[in-house]
């Protein structure tokens, strides 16, 4: 079956300091991949989405590739703010198109930014 | 602010009560869901409707009944729940095409405690 393992947290970081957040799947086919941020408090944000190898998504000074040949989506962040503090998951959608209405979470990374 | 609404915000119910949660949304979405979101864990899912049909029920217990009444409205029925039931639902939506092409809209979840 499908899986999503990201790096452990909790993750604390200076302001300005480089995130790295690693994240590998397991799936068949060719899944979408996502990454979703969760604020105190707050729901699942949609914070970037790849659809195929080598895809990049970007938003808010955040990226991840999307890198068949190592199963990962690893996101970044070239300078953290503190109100970068959340709690960060990887996602997939199998099958990566219509239709498919099933998204496997990874555990979740928690990141606080300290000023 | 999200476009998904969900109330209430918070619940607080007894073992016997019955009670129900509401989401609303005005995208257009024609696929609706229900996740559960235990403490420092992933959301996990419990139901999809797609088109007001129910087309994924995760062996969720009778206790939890969905319902669509129109493409805009979803609700959660609760009767005799138990204390490990205690946790934040989420309600998302999303095209119909699936999360590929449109990932999901979450809402900002009632916060559930059973006494």
């Known amino acids: 079956g499908n899986s999503v393992t990201q790096m452990e947290g909790p993750v604390t970081l200076s302001e300005e300091a480089f995130l790295t957040i690693n994240c590998t799947y397991t799936?068949?086919?060719?899944?979408?991949l996502f990454w979703y941020v969760q604020y105190p408090g707050e729901g699942l944000q949609l914070l970037l989405k790849?659809?195929?190898?080598?895809d990049k998504g970007s938003n808010k000074g955040f990226e991840a590739t999307y890198r068949k040949e190592t199963t990962s989506f690893h996101l970044e962040k070239g300078s953290v703010q503190v109100s970068d503090s959340a709690v960060y998951f990887c996602?997939?959608?199998?099958?990566?198109?219509?239709?498919?209405?099933?998204?496997?979470f990874g555990k979740g990374t928690k990141l606080s930014v300290i000023p | 602010d999200t476009e998904v609404t969900q109330t209430p915000k918070h619940l607080v119910m007894g073992m016997t009560n019955k009670k129900s949660l509401k989401c609303e949304q005005h995208?257009?979405?024609?696929?609706m869901y229900w996740y559960k979101q235990k403490a420092k864990k992933p959301p996990e899912l419990m139901f999809v409707?797609?088109?007001?049909?129910?087309?994924i029920n995760e062996s969720v217990p009778s206790r939890f009944s969905p319902e669509c009444p129109n493409s805009s409205l979803l609700n959660l029925h609760l009767h005799a729940l138990q204390p490990e039931d205690s946790a934040l639902y989420l309600c998302?939506?999303?095209?119909?095409?699936?999360?590929?092409?449109?990932?999901?809209?979450f809402g900002n979840g009632t916060r559930l405690t059973v006494t």
């Open positions: 998302a939506s999303s095209q119909a095409s699936g999360i590929g092409n449109s990932p999901l809209h």
């Open positions: 799936a068949t086919g060719y899944p979408s």
């Open positions: 790849a659809t195929k190898a080598d």
């Open positions: 996602a997939l959608s199998d099958a990566g198109g219509a239709g498919s209405y099933q998204l496997t």
């Open positions: 995208m257009g979405h024609r696929a």
């Open positions: 409707y797609s088109y007001e049909k129910l087309s």
